[in-house]
T-cell receptor, first 113, second 113 residues
């Protein structure tokens, strides 16, 4: 089982719709969770982070965390063509004395006109 | 402006050659990381360092070496033992406090001649 799993996609949504991206993780000791957006050929940029169970909203983005189910998601409201990118889920673990982020393989999102 | 600088942007390696990728940060961050990204894949951790003069292997350290002689610098050497070095290499840093977000440099694309 991979430590962090995402559906690779592509996920296609029409402009203006809600895009829902999902991520599961295996380490129950994980404490913090991040969503990065990556355009082709560019480095990842942080768009959301969440530490506590529940929802966290920032503009058009909402991160949702359920530690009991080991599940974190990202909702993008009013999707725009500029949101078309790969979204990487990252999970921070302190297991084994390390302090490192483990990334999923990413979900490709396509927002269609 | 504070940030992470990677150089060069593109690098070509001849067979049997060692090459070094540069990563410098002026954010006063304690922790620095090297990730490798293959096309359509997520980020895989090569090495990381949480403090000067100390570093730990990540998930795919074989064929790579690092040093951390200064807080600002964390160069990565891709040795001739790495038989499949073609990839996008990303350097990242963060403050070192647990669960802090990771910031990335702009990346180096390494190709084999």
């Amino acid at each position: 089982q991979k430590e962090v799993e995402q559906n690779s996609g592509p996920l296609s949504v029409p402009e203006g719709a809600i895009a829902s991206l999902n991520c599961t993780y295996s380490d129950r000791g994980s404490q913090s969770f991040f969503w990065y957006r990556q355009y082709s050929g560019k480095s990842p940029e942080l768009i959301m982070f969440i530490y506590s169970n529940g929802d966290k909203e920032d503009g058009r983005f909402t991160a949702q965390l359920n530690k009991a189910s080991q599940y974190v998601s990202l909702l993008i409201r009013d999707s725009q063509p500029s949101d078309s990118a790969t979204y990487l889920c990252a999970v921070n673990s302190l297991t084994g004395g390390g302090n490192k982020l483990t990334f999923g393989t990413g979900t490709q999102l396509k927002v269609e006109l | 402006d504070g940030g992470i600088t990677q150089s060069p942007k593109y690098l070509f390696r001849k067979e049997g050659q060692n090459v070094t990728l540069s990563c410098e940060q002026n954010l006063n961050h304690d922790a620095m990381y090297w990730y490798r990204q293959d096309p359509g894949q997520g980020l895989r951790l090569i090495y990381y360092s949480q403090i000067v003069n100390d570093f730990q292997k990540g998930d795919i350290a074989e064929g790579y070496s690092v040093s951390r002689e200064k807080k600002e610098s964390f160069p990565l050497t891709v040795t001739s033992a790495q038989k499949n070095p073609t990839a996008f290499y990303l350097c990242a840093s963060r403050s070192g406090r647990a669960n802090e977000k990771l910031l990335f440099g702009s990346g180096t694309q390494l190709s084999v001649l």
